[in-house]
């Protein structure tokens, strides 16, 4: 269909300021024009609206991520690790405040002991982004990991958290892999959906339920006994 700006507007809920500034920059397509001062807009139009919402909204994209994204977007569905880079730093659950540390200045800060630091990372219960970059998570990490040892119980539960993840990352993989296959310039905004609504809200919505499930059956059992 095609739509007029004052159209765009009211479907979209963005100001024609905006949405011509997108235009602009190259976040939206150049509209088709009529005739002079007279122009139309498409259903790609509020599609990608849509997605500059969404990845503002839940991702905190700025408008220069998103033009990069769309000035690629044609690779972004068609390679693994362009699609995958506006992801990254949600991934990365390191905010963009965090301080970062030398291995050498991390061991220092934190009074690290060697031994267990190398065997956690061994075990990739600790994986920093990069090997010479630490950060505070780390740190909480290897905290919690001492508190095992200080209550004499194994920290078993998070290797087998390791063991898991990596399962579940290739069959994350395999579905980005499969949204790029089907992947055309209409459902772009809605692939896009289906990537972040998979990894950050169902994902953790059913792990969390799974656990609220089991303890929420052993304290029903402790009640009736």
């Known amino acids: 269909m095609k739509y007029k700006i004052s159209e765009l507007v009211t479907k979209t809920n963005v100001p024609k300021s905006t949405i011509l500034y ?11 024009k009529i005739k002079s001062n007279v122009h139309r807009y498409s259903d790609e139009h509020i599609e990608r609206i849509k997605y500059i919402n969404y990845m ?4 905190g994209s700025t408008n220069e991520q998103l033009k990069h994204i769309f000035q690629n977007h044609n690779q972004s569905f068609a390679s693994s ?13 390191i905010p963009s405040n965090a301080k970062h ?3 050498k200045a991390f061991i220092s800060a934190f009074n690290v002991d060697r031994d267990l630091l190398e065997q956690l990372l061994k075990d990739e219960i600790l994986l ?29 539960i998070l290797k087998m958290y390791v063991f898991h993840a990596k399962a579940l990352s290739l069959l994350e993989h395999q579905i980005q892999t499969k949204l790029c296959d089907i992947r ?25 339920r799974q656990t ?8 029903k059992n402790e009640v009736l006994t």
């Open 56 to 59: 503002k909204e839940h991702l």
């Open 184 to 208: 055309h310039e209409e459902n772009f905004t809605l692939l896009w959906k289906i990537v972040f609504e998979t990894l950050f809200n169902v994902k953790t919505y059913i792990f969390n």
């Open 212 to 219: 609220y499930k089991a303890f929420f059956s052993t304290l």
């Open 128 to 156: 920093p982004i990069n090997d010479d970059d630490f950060t505070q998570k780390e740190a909480s990490i290897l905290e919690l990991v001492r508190y095992y040892r200080e209550v004499g119980i194994e920290y078993d």
């Open 101 to 103: 540390y030398t291995k």
């Open 22 to 32: 997108y235009i602009k920059e190259g976040m939206l397509p150049q509209a088709h």
């Open 81 to 93: 690790s362009t699609m995958i880079t506006p992801l990254m730093n949600t991934l990365s659950d």
